[in-house]
């Protein structure tokens, strides 16, 4: 094992944790499907880093904040459901980048590659997820009441207007970190199927909370592994470990 891939594991350990925590907050707001659609707004970011010669990470954080900002935006002037925008906005990165990306990088772009990341961008990608954490855990009682009653968030002077676009950020950011690993096709299951997973587990808040954190680190490191093991997409095997986590959840309850 390398000193790349030993460092890519330390880095999957927090990018992964960060995932469970915001996939926590979108499964409490019913927005579970928002990391799929976001994620695809990074692809024409992505598309100009290849084609430019430049890191993809950061055209695809570019676009996802653009994206984040218009699709805050739009919705709170057009009082248009989050997932209509975001939908809207979906489908159109997605065929702007398809259209872009060069069709040999289109695979590793849809499925996340680990093999061209560099010691900046794996440290990048760490203290990104390290801020993530070290915010969620601060905010975690803001977060939650917003979640979960967004009417009494705003009666007690917490701004649903800036708490939305705090947590679309939060998404921004993880599908940032996260798509080197998994790709913008299949970020979804890193960030939802362990929180999802977890719910069906977890008996306390806080529980859920670790469960989903344990599980999105399970996923993501047993993926990782197997994938250097066995030359497979770390993405897919990802995806694979966390969908088996998933079922197992249904006759699990701690």
């Known amino acids: 094992m390398n000193d790349i891939f030993t460092l890519t594991l330390i880095s999957g350990v927090l990018v992964a944790a960060a995932s469970g925590l915001v996939g926590s907050f979108l499964i409490l707001r019913r927005m579970a499907l928002m990391s799929d659609a976001l994620s695809h707004v990074a692809l024409p970011g992505i598309a100009l880093g290849v084609v430019l010669h430049f890191a993809p990470i950061w055209g695809g954080l570019v676009f996802l904040f653009f994206g984040v900002t218009l699709i805050w935006l739009v919705e709170n002037k057009t009082k248009l459901a989050t997932e209509s925008v975001t939908g809207v906005m979906f489908v159109t990165a997605l065929a702007i980048g398809a259209l872009m990306i060069p069709e040999q990088d289109l695979l590793e772009a849809f499925f996340g590659s680990i093999t061209k990341l560099t010691v900046l961008q794996i440290g990048v990608q760490a203290l990104v997820a390290a801020a993530i954490i070290a915010f969620i855990l601060i905010y975690k009682k803001r977060l939650t009441l917003f979640a979960i009653a967004p009417d009494l968030s705003a009666s007690l002077k917490t701004s649903s207007f800036k708490m ?73 095997m990802t995806v694979l470990v966390s969908a088996g986590l998933f079922v197992l959840s249904l006759f699990w309850r701690i």
Do not use: D, W
């Open 164 to 236: 939305q676009f705090i947590l679309l950020a939060l998404i921004a950011l993880t599908i940032t970190i996260g798509i080197s690993f998994v790709g913008v096709l299949l970020m979804s299951a890193i960030v939802i199927i362990p929180a999802a997973a977890a719910r069906n587990m977890a008996k306390s808040f806080n529980g859920f909370l670790a469960v989903a954190v344990a599980l999105a680190i399970l996923s993501l490191i047993s993926g990782l592994l197997i994938g250097e093991a066995y030359g497979a997409n770390p993405g897919i």
